[in-house]
């Protein structure tokens, strides 16, 4: 089974993927799929408050971890980590 990428690839036209591909759906030759259908992992359909709090939360986690490590190479350079090896 091909995928919708695969077969605009072997079809060789020039019109652009997203046109192509609303032609080939309403001709039949593909199916429709509705992005509110995707599931996840487990097989439940993802909310938007959940795909939200996914993403405030590991935004918040990359802010921590950079400020984390902006700290660390602060004290190591004004040199306030002596005794403490900071050699990788």
Do not use: C
Request: glycine content about 8%; charged content about 25%.
């Amino acid at each position: 089974m091909s995928s919708a990428n695969q077969k605009y690839k072997m079809s060789g036209t020039s019109k652009p993927f997203k046109e192509w591909l609303i032609e080939q759906q309403k001709e039949g030759q593909l199916d429709i799929h509705d992005e509110s259908s995707y599931r996840n992992a487990i097989g439940n359909a993802l909310s938007v408050k959940e795909i939200s709090d996914r993403r405030k939360r590991n935004i918040f986690i990359a802010v921590g971890i950079s400020l984390a490590i902006y700290g660390i190479y602060k004290l190591s350079k004004s040199g306030k980590l002596e005794g403490v090896d900071t050699s990788l």
